[in-house]
């Protein structure tokens, strides 16, 4: 599924801008370091989308992995796992999420506009433009103005 998604709109792991040495790793990388891994199937066992989340910092969370294959695109299937993800990260602790795509992957560009995340940089890397992202999960509370 990983694959298929960067073929899809022309990336390959190792490229520069997207890996897969995790994959062996998932426990160690994601679970065992207060993150999450996820993978949705559909009836018949098919995968259908994955996301996940990968600790930056006591505070910051970076959602990575959100792949759907491209038999399930345009589904809801990516914005179910992004809400779970956002749901999990602030169940975790985190109150930002960052993250990254490419121009080329639209859809995924468009789903995170949709939820609220906002644009920090774009690098150019080879062909493609890395988009920064990030969302604030929960507000910051100034000590000049403590809660009542």
Do not use: N
Not at 46 to 64: S, W
């Amino acid at each position: 599924m990983h694959q298929a998604g960067l073929a899809q709109v022309g990336l390959t792991p190792g490229d520069g801008i997207y890996y897969d040495d995790d994959f062996p790793r998932i426990q160690e990388v994601y679970l065992d370091d207060r993150g999450e891994f996820l993978v949705g199937e559909v009836p018949g066992g098919r995968l259908a989308a994955m996301g996940a989340l990968r600790r930056v910092d006591d505070e910051t969370a970076e959602m990575c992995r959100l792949r759907v294959h491209p038999d399930f695109q345009r589904r809801g299937y990516g914005a179910l796992i992004l809400e779970t993800l956002e749901e999990r990260a602030r169940e975790l602790g985190y109150s930002v999420l960052c993250a990254d795509t490419t121009l080329q992957q639209s859809a995924a560009v468009a789903l995170y506009r949709k939820y609220g995340w906002r644009e920090l940089r774009r690098e150019e890397r080879g062909v493609s433009v890395v988009l920064y992202v990030e969302k604030v999960l929960t507000s910051a509370r100034s000590s000049l103005f403590p809660p009542k």
